[in-house]
């Protein structure tokens, strides 16, 4: 039996990893740390709390404490941390939450991996906004895990800080650590102020969805669940010291993806609105994954026209669950099913 704590797993990435790798593996324990900030939901993870397989605890990344004592009595044989401030505009309004949950929060947790002793391996969820912007007009041009760090935003910062800080650990302490950089995700449970989702839920309503500057900037979008198959084969089978790439050559203008998603819910391209642009807003990013597929074997396997058709369809088949994000409700709800964990 396999003891796997995912940081972050209330949020998007970590609530579908959490399923992912219960659905896929028979012989897992999942141990669930998030802190409920605005961004986790519990309700996400309702359908398994009181499974024997499962437990969640509330507890902040930062207490470091919580964490010692956690990881002293769970004895994990792997940390995969999600656990972060995700959302670039709120990193611009607001950057310390960024600093204390994305690189403070990691360091305590590589703290409480060194002195338990008892890991077999500790993976960082990367981004790839660590390697800042690629020229719109430069196609031919793709982050590779050899490409400097040159970030933009406090978010990307933080992310980048946090993964210096994994190496660092690695090579003074022998900290067994791997890193993976993933490129935009998009799938169910992801919270409504992203792209996506935020596009789908105003829609819905008949509210304008707001498209930055031109909508020229570039993302290379890749489904949540290729993400989490991705890091289940890189916490088993990479190599410690290492960094990943993951990304499925889907780039897309943004304004591209808002008509793709108004075509698929049957609403008019009258809704965009062109706002003010985000400060610093990073032109394209592009994943060459080819290190990933050529070492450990991995393919993704949604193409973007099926899985943006099926998310969309998640979020008009499960209105309630954002519906309740949107209204403050679930914050209320997971307090409830916290009595039940
Ligand atoms: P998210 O914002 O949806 O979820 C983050 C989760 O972390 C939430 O459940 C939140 O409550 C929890 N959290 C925040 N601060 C915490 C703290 N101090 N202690 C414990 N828990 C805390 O984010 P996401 O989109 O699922 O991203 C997960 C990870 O993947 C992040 O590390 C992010 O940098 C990385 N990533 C995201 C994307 C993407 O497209 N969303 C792409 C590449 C990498
Ligand atoms: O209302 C909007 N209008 C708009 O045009 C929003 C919210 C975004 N955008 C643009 C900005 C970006 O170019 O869409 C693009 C995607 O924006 P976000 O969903 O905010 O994602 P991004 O900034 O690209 O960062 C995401 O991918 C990398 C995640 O939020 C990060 O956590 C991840 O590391």
Not at 143 to 163: L, V
Not at 215 to 244: F, M, P, Q, S, T
Request: with cysteine; hydrophobic share 35%; proline share 4%.
């Amino acid at each position: 039996m396999e003891k796997i704590l995912v940081t972050g797993g209330a949020g998007f990435i970590g609530s579908n990893f959490v399923y992912y790798m219960l659905e896929n593996h028979g012989d897992v324990k999942i141990v669930c740390v998030d802190s409920l900030s605005y961004a986790g939901n519990l309700v996400t993870l309702e359908p398994l709390l009181g499974k024997e397989n499962f437990r969640f605890v509330k507890a902040d990344i930062t207490d470091r404490e919580a964490m010692y004592t956690l990881f002293e009595a769970e004895k994990f044989d792997v940390v995969v941390n999600f656990a972060a401030e995700s959302h670039v505009d709120r990193s611009i309004d607001s950057p310390e939450p960024f600093l204390m949950t994305n690189f403070i929060g990691t360091s305590v947790l590589l703290d409480a991996f060194r002195k338990c002793g008892c890991g077999r391996r500790f993976h960082q969820v990367s981004t790839d906004e660590v390697y800042g912007d690629l020229p719109l007009d430069r196609p031919d041009l793709f982050f590779t895990e050899e490409t400097p760090i040159h970030t933009s935003s406090p978010y990307s910062t933080s992310k980048a800080s946090a993964d210096l800080l994994c190496l660092a650990y690695h090579r003074t302490y022998g900290v067994p650590v791997t890193i993976s950089r993933c490129s935009n995700n998009y799938g169910r449970f992801q919270y409504p102020e992203k792209l996506i989702p935020l596009m789908i839920s105003r829609a819905l309503n008949d509210e304008k969805v707001p498209v930055y500057g031109e909508g020229l900037n570039v993302r290379d979008w890749l489904h949540v669940l290729d993400h989490c198959k991705a890091i289940d084969l890189i916490i088993h089978e990479g190599k410690n010291g290492e960094i990943y790439n993951i990304g499925g050559h889907n780039e897309r203008a943004n304004i591209d993806v808002v008509k793709t998603v108004l075509a698929a819910l049957g609403k008019s391209e009258d809704l965009i609105e062109f706002v003010t642009d985000r400060p610093g807003h990073d032109l394209r990013y592009a994943i060459d994954a080819s290190k990933l597929e050529r070492e450990l074997g991995w393919v993704p396997e949604t193409k973007f026209e099926d899985g943006i058709k099926e998310t969309v369809e998640w979020y008009v088949n499960n209105q309630k669950w954002w519906k309740d994000i949107l209204s403050g409700e679930y914050v209320k709800m997971s307090e409830e099913l916290l009595k039940k964990t």
